[in-house]
């Protein structure tokens, strides 16, 4: 039996992990190439079945349009703080607009996306009717990339390769990773001494010979090799002589709930038990992993670190439902494993903006509400519980100390922002905070364009901040009724009086 080896996370090695500076991964570039689409979903209701043929008819009330493909990738990264290059192809349409309008939203260069006028981006459709798929209508072209925009690549990839720091190839099989193409990403990184790190599709893995690391599915190396991998001993054999084939430094197979296995070209393989966590949806896992094994490479130089960090990005990710990106402090709370959940609700205003539109994506009635939040009460208990009534998730903005002082006057804020963040975050109907100052209302609201801005009923909605901004994108402002009115002012000097 070929030599094998259980990595337990939860012994020294969990330990580096807890010491690692994630902070430093937003000093890395990344060059994501490969097969970019548009996801599109329909939300809607099904009330009835069309009297033309025995098929739901679904009343579309919104729809919304994320990154697909090797754009989750790029979302990924970003979200964990590193800074993309893209290469791909796109079509001459509305949806290649789409593409680049979101990957300029998250800060990406999108000129790396060439264009073909004559093939149409790739687009999937899903329609949602009352919350359950009915039908994903798929728009691409599978044809190679033509001469001249294979050359325009080869020419994108030298442009940009003095930045870069790690290759992601991420492969869908939509006809922009020529061959040609394939073998000069992996050679040209190779040489310059950076980790290709790909994501593969189809049967033939010949096509990556030679990158750092290989990172497919189980069924994918099943495919790949020919053959089912049901006995242990074979799935050893066949991983190990896949590595060697392919003459790669690691091949990591991803198996789901039973964690990852790497292969390695000097070292006898190694399992990494999944992390324990409730699955809801496994879509998008697969490009978590690439995205923080590239990361991990290209910052420790350590396959078995960046693998063993991927398993546990990839624990988080599959509690979210929907295809979801990690975020970095998500990464840390989870290695520093405190216990303490609320700590994940506590995000800055740069996390928000590429956390709700994927939320939104998913068919989530975002509410945002905001203030000082000093001296918490019951008051602010049903508040907040009202609020979050109103929609699928409660975003609460706290205004910091500097703030509160310039709203409320001296002597104000009683309780410091972090203490209120935190107090805030241990509720169970605020599902994200963040600070903020109150003159960013403006530009958080036009971010983040939430579906319900909630204000208590002492304000006519006329003097709401940011009222008339949520009604321009079709928001709405939503009065929450205040029975028992609680003065802090009032709290303040009964606790000096002794009365409190």
Not at 463 to 469: C, S
Request: aromatic share 4%; charged share 25%; proline share 4%.
């Amino acid at each position: 039996m070929t030599a094998f080896e259980r990595l337990d996370i939860s012994l020294p090695a969990m330990e580096r992990l807890r010491q690692l500076d994630l902070g430093e991964l937003s000093s890395l570039t990344v060059l994501v190439a490969g097969d970019f689409m548009l996801d599109e979903y329909l939300w809607g209701q099904v009330e009835r079945i069309s009297p033309e043929a025995p098929v739901m008819v679904v009343n579309v009330e919104h729809e919304t349009r994320v990154l697909g493909g090797a754009g989750n990738v790029v979302n990924n990264l970003v979200g964990l703080g590193a800074q993309v290059q893209v290469l791909g192809l796109v079509g001459h349409d509305q949806a290649a607009a789409y593409l680049r309008e979101e990957l300029r939203r998250l800060g990406v260069d999108d000129s790396g996306l060439i264009t073909d006028s004559e093939r149409q981006t790739t687009r999937k459709t899903r329609v949602i009717g009352s919350n359950q798929q009915i039908v994903r209508l798929d728009r691409e072209d599978r044809q190679s990339a033509r001469g001249d925009l294979e050359q325009n690549s080869l020419q994108r990839l030298n442009d940009c390769l003095p930045a870069l720091d790690a290759i992601i190839i991420s492969d869908y099989g939509k006809g922009m990773l020529t061959p040609t193409l394939l073998k000069s990403l992996i050679e040209t990184g190779r040489k310059q001494g950076l980790p290709v790190v790909v994501d593969p599709k189809g049967n033939d893995f010949s096509r990556y010979r030679r990158a750092t690391i290989i990172t497919p599915n189980r069924k994918e190396a099943e495919t790949a090799l020919g053959l089912a991998l049901n006995r242990p001993d074979d799935f050893i054999r066949a991983g190990n002589q896949l590595c060697q084939d392919l003459e790669t430094e690691a091949i990591l197979i991803t198996q789901g709930p039973a964690g990852m296995t790497l292969f390695r070209s000097s070292a006898p393989a190694l399992h990494i038990p999944a992390q324990t966590r409730e699955v809801f949806d496994v879509s998008g896992a697969g490009d978590t992993v690439v995205a923080v094994v590239s990361l991990g490479l290209a910052r420790w130089r350590d396959p078995v670190l960046a693998a063993t960090l991927a398993n546990i990005a990839a624990g988080v990710v599959v509690g979210k439902v929907g295809t979801a990106p990690i975020y970095r402090p998500e990464l840390e709370e989870e290695l520093q494993a405190r216990g303490e959940r609320s700590y994940e609700k506590i995000v800055s205003l740069a996390e928000l903006r590429l956390l709700v539109p994927r939320l939104q994506a998913q068919g989530k009635r975002v509410v945002f509400t905001n203030g000082c939040f000093d001296l918490l009460h019951w008051g602010h208990i049903k508040f907040l519980e009202e609020s979050r009534r109103q929609g699928d998730l409660l975003i609460v903005a706290v205004d910091s100390d500097a703030s509160v002082q310039r709203v409320k006057g001296e002597g104000r804020p009683v309780i410091g922002e972090q203490q209120r963040l935190r107090m805030l975050a241990a509720f169970k109907a605020v599902d994200y905070v963040t600070l903020f100052a109150s003159e960013q209302l403006p530009e958080i609201l036009s971010a983040l364009q939430p579906e319900i801005l909630t204000k208590g009923s002492n304000y006519p909605e006329t003097e709401v901040a940011g009222h008339d901004l949520v009604r321009s994108y079709g928001g709405q402002v939503v009065l929450i009724p205040i029975t028992d009115a609680i003065s802090i002012r009032g709290l303040i000097r009964q606790i000096k009086e002794g009365n409190a």
